[in-house]
């Protein structure tokens, strides 16, 4: 497989390309501010992504899934890029989030997982999901053996007609049965879950932030509320007004009794560092279109972020 190395202008943050004849993959290393301190990577779990999300690079199409081998070559070599030892990093986070659903690659999640946990013991291992409708007892298990194991849900959108339009895909969790979920996760790992918001125009009000709480008890769950990010190559990636949003709804939420951190990554402007920009894969696709399927998203209107000022 080919590996491409793009590195920000912004020094704390990388991506590497993965290509062959039958996927591409993307991956995403950060530091914080040191690798030594803390060091965060954001890995695939498929090449392009069924779900079809309407932010997302990867929204319009799917290749396949990745291997266990496949996920665990993208953590090793990103850690191999940092020159420290892993088992030395005060800090060191491992998502499963650049690309790809990856509750629906159960077998290389699992292989994935069990892997870096023997490997990296000290390691968070972080899956985030949108809830796809399926058997969450595997999950349960898998979560209960490896105890660095953290669940979060992407919620975005405060009710389920909303988050229908934002994620296409049909056979996924209501807003409802994700805090069924994540309040059984959480009984039985004794962890708390995630939930990540994508804080826009339009779903920002207090009416949005009573919606969520009254789906989402703050004693059980986290809240990330994410910066949106331009999917599009050259166009603005971000700007102060989605970070005046996130920052705003985030207040809303703290009034509300939830922990909440903001998500607002380095590297949107000039290597697509960003959840969902995916320039990359974007790229391979159009010169393989006989290597896609369409995704649930396939010919629905794209989510823009607007410019302002």
Same mark, same amino acid.
């Given at each position: 497989?080919?590996?491409?190395?793009?590195?920000s202008?912004?020094?704390?943050v990388?991506?590497?390309?993965y290509?062959?004849?039958?996927?591409?993959?993307?991956?995403?290393?950060?530091?914080?501010?040191?690798?030594?301190?803390?060091?965060?990577?954001?890995?695939?779990?498929?090449?392009?992504?069924?779900?079809g999300?309407?932010?997302?690079?990867?929204?319009?199409?799917?290749?396949?899934?990745?291997?266990?081998?496949?996920?665990?070559?993208?953590?090793?070599?990103?850690?191999?890029?940092?020159?420290?030892?892993?088992n030395?990093?005060?800090?060191?986070?491992i998502?499963f989030?650049?690309?790809?659903?990856?509750l629906?690659?159960?077998?290389?999640?699992?292989?994935?997982?069990?892997?870096?946990?023997?490997?990296?013991?000290?390691?968070?291992?972080?899956?985030?999901?949108?809830?796809?409708?399926?058997?969450?007892?595997?999950?349960?298990e898998?979560?209960?053996?490896?105890?660095?194991?953290?669940?979060?849900f %992407?919620?975005?959108?405060?009710? #389920?007609?909303?988050?229908?339009? $934002?994620? @296409?895909f049909?056979?996924?969790? !209501? /807003?409802?049965?994700i805090?069924?979920?994540?309040a059984?996760?959480?009984?039985?790992?004794?962890?708390?879950?995630?939930?990540?918001y994508?804080?826009?125009?339009?779903? %920002?009000?207090?009416?949005?932030? #009573?919606?969520?709480?009254?789906? $989402?008890? @703050?004693?059980?769950?986290?809240? !990330? /509320?994410?910066?949106?990010?331009?999917?599009?190559?050259?166009l603005?990636?971000?700007?102060?007004?989605?970070?005046?949003?996130?920052?705003?709804?985030?207040?809303?939420?703290?009034?509300?009794?939830?922990?909440?951190?903001?998500?607002?990554p380095?590297?949107?402007?000039?290597?697509?560092?960003?959840?969902?920009?995916?320039?990359?894969?974007?790229?391979?696709?159009?010169?393989?279109?006989?290597?896609?399927?369409?995704?649930?998203?396939?010919?629905?209107?794209?989510?823009?972020?607007?410019?302002?000022g």
């Amino acid at each position: 497989m080919d590996i491409r190395r793009i590195d920000s202008a912004e020094n704390d943050v990388c991506k590497f390309v993965y290509t062959s004849d039958t996927a591409v993959f993307e991956s995403v290393l950060y530091k914080y501010p040191t690798y030594q301190e803390r060091t965060v990577i954001c890995c695939s779990t498929m090449s392009g992504c069924p779900v079809g999300c309407r932010f997302c690079g990867a929204g319009d199409a799917f290749v396949r899934s990745a291997t266990a081998e496949e996920i665990v070559e993208q953590v090793e070599y990103s850690l191999n890029q940092t020159n420290v030892d892993p088992n030395t990093m005060k800090r060191l986070q491992i998502m499963f989030m650049s690309m790809g659903e990856p509750l629906l690659n159960k077998k290389g999640l699992i292989g994935a997982c069990e892997t870096l946990y023997a490997r990296y013991p000290n390691a968070a291992l972080l899956i985030s999901s949108i809830g796809p409708r399926m058997d969450y007892e595997w999950l349960m298990e898998l979560s209960e053996r490896i105890p660095t194991i953290g669940l979060q849900f %992407s919620i975005h959108e405060s009710t #389920d007609e909303a988050r229908g339009k $934002l994620i @296409p895909f049909k056979a996924k969790l !209501t /807003i409802a049965e994700i805090a069924e979920k994540g309040a059984e996760w959480s009984e039985r790992t004794g962890r708390r879950p995630f939930f990540n918001y994508c804080a826009g125009d339009n779903n %920002s009000t207090d009416v949005d932030a #009573d919606n969520i709480l009254a789906a $989402l008890v @703050p004693e059980t769950w986290e809240a !990330t /509320i994410s910066v949106i990010c331009e999917r599009n190559e050259g166009l603005p990636a971000r700007n102060e007004h989605q970070r005046d949003l996130a920052s705003d709804f985030s207040g809303k939420l703290l009034e509300r009794g939830f922990n909440v951190r903001v998500f607002d990554p380095a590297g949107q402007e000039d290597i697509g560092g960003g959840c969902g920009q995916l320039w990359a894969t974007q790229k391979w696709m159009k010169n393989n279109p006989d290597k896609i399927h369409p995704s649930a998203g396939r010919g629905l209107p794209v989510v823009h972020v607007p410019v302002v000022g």
